[in-house]
């Protein structure tokens, strides 16, 4: 990773997102880049003292070499967030969701969900209660790439998760799919399942499990449920404000302590 970019509007939830982009930032040494967008009428300079504290504290923190700016812009969110994000070409985007209530209300009309329907970038969304501490210790090795199976169009678009997967200790990648217990998978995807594993062997261990159940969402709940040392989940979204709105709301609200990679293939 060379540039990661965390929006931040100073609440708690992204204000624990970007102390994990930090973290992720000194660990891969990529450039960090806080930014806040104000709406018409915001104060100007209450947000620059805001961002020059945040600023010295991150440094800090995680010590003077951090390579970090904080930035103030002002526009729509997802229109001036696009505008920088064409600026600075990140590798990711970090972003952080509030509350034990699942993604079901936070992403509804949220500015996570706006970003993830309007941008290609890979994002993390980071749960208020996570801590990257947490993320990285042993016994949390487990990251579960959630797919359907079809072919990608771009197999790029997983060097991110094998990036952060490498900082985890031991970690071990599960490939999981969710189908009905009386279908069988076809070559195509039986294919796709295996060249996904291969996709990150050697450098990471990774296997391959099937889930049956007759709800897609329903399934990745109960495989997260029976391995409790999880440390990331990631998907795949093609059709991104189909997926997002569909699996990423109500089924996965009991998963919000877990951080969340989304993927696109394009």
């Not at 973290?23 to 967008?37: C, F, G, P, Q, Y």
């Not at 104060?43 to 600023?55: P, R, Y």
Request: charged share 25%; net charge negative.
């Amino acid at each position: 990773m060379k540039t990661i970019v965390a929006p931040i509007d100073f609440s708690e939830a992204s204000n624990n997102a970007l102390l994990f982009a930090a973290e992720l930032s000194k660990r891969t040494s990529a450039n960090l880049v806080a930014v806040h967008v104000m709406q018409e009428g915001g104060d100007e300079e209450e947000t620059n003292k805001k961002l020059e504290l945040l600023n010295a504290y991150l440094h800090k923190t995680f010590g003077s070499e951090l390579p970090c700016e904080t930035v103030a812009m002002q526009g729509s969110f997802v229109g001036t967030l696009k505008g920088l994000i064409g600026l600075h070409q990140p590798d990711l985007i970090v972003m952080g969701t509030k509350g034990a209530s699942g993604l079901k209300k936070i992403l509804i009309g949220s500015n996570t969900v706006k970003v993830l329907s309007n941008v290609k970038e890979p994002v993390l969304v980071i749960p208020e209660t996570a801590r990257f501490d947490r993320f990285i210790k042993a016994g949390k090795s487990r990251v579960v790439l959630a797919t359907d199976l079809e072919e990608l169009n771009n197999e790029d678009a997983l060097d991110i998760l094998k990036d952060i997967a490498r900082l985890i200790i031991d970690p071990m990648i599960k490939v999981i799919s969710v189908r009905p217990e009386k279908k069988d998978l076809d070559d195509g995807k039986r294919m796709e399942r295996n060249a996904l594993v291969s996709r990150f062997r050697p450098e990471i261990p990774a296997e391959w499990a099937t889930i049956f159940s007759n709800s897609v969402m329903g399934g990745i709940n109960f495989y997260l449920n029976k391995h409790q040392d999880t440390g990331l989940v990631a998907m795949i979204a093609r059709d991104t404000g189909h997926l997002v709105q569909k699996h990423y709301t109500r089924e996965m609200a009991s998963h919000t302590h877990y951080p969340l990679l989304v993927m696109h293939d394009d």
